[in-house]
């Protein structure tokens, strides 16, 4: 840790001044743990929408006091941005019930934000055993939003055992149903080997999970749950966003044009129509209304076939991606139809890393014309924190919360341009000192020639 502690301190000292009223918005951060050192966050739309600046330079993460901290953004390919596999999610020990029960306790819980546990207690008076192990125990999901597979518990190994448990869920912790009736968890040992089952497979959505013993088998030494989450399916999902065009004639042709509400990282396009003319077309973009057309996807046939089986063309890469460009235009090599095909866009969100250092809870904010980010050495935190925890180890998911308005379009404005006072004051001294010349001259003029 001496090495991270060493990076840190060549940090920028402009990265910890306070942002004020800087950004346009911010989203508080969600973490599906704590304690890991370091974060992901997935870029949403509302973000791309808000950012000013084809860099994001102005996409940050701020603490508690507005404080930026060590942070950058990564491609969704990029090492860092790769999603954690498993994340440790809180649980907690229930009080003792009957065999094979329901149980019946009412539970009364002090929350932290989003719905996390913070301290569970039973209304009735029933008190978990002091050593923390239980036979009903309780497991607490509302931190994690990524796609779930299974849980994964791991228990004190040693005394072979198996126990069976009837899993319910809650999104309140006041009302139960089941999710499945009875799962087996057991560790048995023959010899030199072991048998281990300590995966409870559940859906995703869930907010709490309680595990009620069905036998008499002993209370299970819990020492973590673990959520293993769909990797493969955050890694490919792509995200498509629709853009209405309309037809404009330039220079002798005919387009369709479209305007992009954000920054989108751009990967791929496609049209999208109930019914439009086969046409082989053409998608060019640029980012400011007097730039250039540059081509990125086509010429393309673009087509969809009714019938029992129903056909259409593929989507398109887009060259250069990403692509943050505002103007889209379509061209066909025929005539233009009536009306204009939907235009698709999909891109994959990109990835902020950031170090938990200063004073949680902590936010993201973005949107300002002024504001820059601060470069952070974040591969080499990275592998610092790796050295420490293990090769493994992956920042932990992190979720944006709703948006909050901050200075909302006002930090979207570029302030005026300083006036250069020095040149003014240069050309004054100049002015002043050809008039006091052109003064002296027009006194000598009239005066006689022989004063002269």
């Excluded at 235009?329 to 866009?345: E, F, I, Y």
């Amino acid at each position: 840790m001496k090495k991270l502690a060493w990076l840190l301190m060549l940090l920028p000292l402009a990265a910890f001044a306070g942002v004020g009223e800087q950004y346009a918005q911010r989203w508080p951060l969600l973490l599906a743990s704590d304690g890991a050192g370091a974060y992901r966050v997935a870029l949403d739309r509302d973000v791309y929408r808000t950012t000013a600046w084809p860099d994001l330079r102005d996409i940050d993460v701020v603490d508690a006091r507005g404080n930026p901290v060590a942070a950058e953004v990564f491609g969704p390919d990029q090492p860092l941005a790769l999603p954690v596999r498993r994340v440790t999610v809180p649980w907690f020990p229930l009080p003792p019930q009957e065999q094979g029960d329901t149980p019946a306790l009412r539970l009364s819980a002090q929350f932290g934000d989003h719905g996390r546990i913070l301290r569970l207690e039973a209304e009735q008076g029933a008190t978990p055993p002091a050593d923390g192990t239980a036979r009903a125990f309780l497991v607490d999901l509302s931190s994690v939003r990524d796609n779930a597979q299974a849980l994964e518990i791991d228990w004190e190994p040693g005394t072979p055992r198996e126990s069976s448990y009837r899993v319910e869920s809650s999104d309140d912790l006041q009302h139960w149903r089941a999710v499945s009736q009875r799962v087996a968890l057991l560790e048995l040992r023959q010899g030199g080997e072991r048998l281990l089952r300590n995966e409870v497979p559940i859906a995703s959505g869930l907010r709490y999970l309680r595990f009620v013993p069905l036998d008499a088998s002993p209370a299970l030494p819990v020492r973590a749950v673990r959520v293993r989450l769909d990797t493969d399916y955050m890694q490919q999902a792509m995200t498509w966003i629709q853009a209405q065009g309309r037809k404009v004639s330039e220079q002798g042709r005919d387009y369709f044009v479209y305007e992009s509400d954000g920054r989108y990282p751009i990967s791929h396009a496609d049209l999208a129509m109930d019914d439009y003319a086969v046409g082989e077309w053409t998608l060019e973009s640029r980012d400011a209304a007097d730039a250039p057309w540059r081509r990125r996807a086509g010429p393309w046939v673009a087509y969809r076939v009714g019938g029992e089986r129903q056909s259409v063309s593929p989507e398109q890469d887009v060259g250069g991606a990403p692509v943050r460009d505002r103007h889209w235009r379509l061209s066909v090599s025929g005539p233009l139809p009536a009306k204009a095909p939907t235009l698709r866009l999909g891109y994959r969100a990109e990835v902020v890393v950031f170090l938990a250092q200063g004073q949680g809870p902590y936010a993201l904010v973005a949107g300002s014309a002024t504001a820059k980010r601060a470069h952070a050495p974040m591969p080499q935190l990275v592998d610092a924190l790796r050295a420490d925890r293990g090769r493994d180890w992956q920042p932990t998911p992190a979720y944006l919360a709703q948006p909050q308005k901050l200075a909302g379009d006002a930090a979207l404005q570029a302030p005026p341009t300083p006036r250069d006072w020095k040149a003014w004051l240069l050309w004054g001294l100049l002015v002043a000192g050809a008039l006091l010349v052109a003064g002296f001259a027009f006194s000598l003029l009239k005066r006689p020639s022989a004063q002269r």
